[in-house]
C-alpha cells in the first residue's frame, strides 16, 4: 500500500481528453506534416478507434482541420498559440459532476439541497479549468528541450514513410 501526501489528488481527465491533449501536441509539434489517425495512434500506442472519436471532437471543435484524400490527414486549424488548454477541456469532457449533486438529472442524494458542497466544489472546478485557460498549446511548446525529447519518443513510434 502506498501512502500519500495529503497535497495529492487523484482527479483524472477522460482518456477522450487526454488523447486529444496528446493529439494537438503531436500536430503543434510537426504543424508542416499532415497526420493520419492511424499514424498517431501508431506513434502514441493508442487505440485507433478510440482516436477517431477524439478527431471528430477535435475537427468539430475547430481545433483540428481534416485533409481529405489519398495524402489526406489532420493539422491544426488554429495556431498554437490561439488554442487554450482549458477550452479543449470543455470541449472534450462530457461530465463535470465531481459529485452526485452536481449531476442534477441524476441526483438522488437526500441532502443536497441543504448540504451546501455543491457550491465549494462548483468554484473549485471553476478555479481549475481558470489555471488551464492560462496556457495555450503555444506555451507548451515554448520550451524547446522538451519539444525535442517529446519529438525522439515520438519518432521511436513513427511509421515508415511509403
Not at 504543424?31 to 485507433?48: C, F, G
Not at 488551464?132 to 503555444?138: I, K
Request: with cysteine; proline share 4%; net charge positive.
Amino acid at each position: 500500500m502506498r501512502l500519500r501526501s495529503p497535497e495529492v489528488v487523484d482527479l483524472r481527465l477522460t482518456l477522450h481528453t487526454d488523447y486529444a491533449l496528446r493529439m494537438l501536441l503531436l500536430l503543434a509539434l510537426e504543424p508542416d506534416e499532415l497526420h493520419t489517425i492511424a499514424s498517431v495512434a501508431q506513434r502514441y500506442k493508442i487505440s485507433r478507434n478510440h482516436l477517431m472519436k477524439v478527431a471528430q471532437t477535435l475537427i468539430q471543435a475547430g481545433f483540428v482541420d481534416s485533409v481529405r484524400g489519398r495524402r489526406g490527414g489532420l493539422k491544426l486549424a488554429k495556431e498554437p498559440g490561439e488554442i487554450k488548454i482549458g477550452t479543449v477541456v470543455r470541449a472534450t469532457e462530457d461530465n463535470y459532476a465531481l459529485v452526485e449533486c452536481m449531476g442534477r438529472d441524476r441526483n438522488v442524494c437526500v441532502v443536497s439541497s441543504a448540504c451546501g458542497l455543491r457550491r465549494p466544489l462548483e468554484d473549485a472546478l471553476n478555479a481549475f479549468l481558470g489555471v488551464l485557460d492560462r496556457y495555450t498549446l503555444g506555451d507548451l511548446m515554448q520550451n524547446q528541450g522538451r519539444s525535442n525529447r517529446m519529438r525522439r519518443l515520438l519518432e521511436v513510434c513513427a511509421p515508415v514513410p511509403l
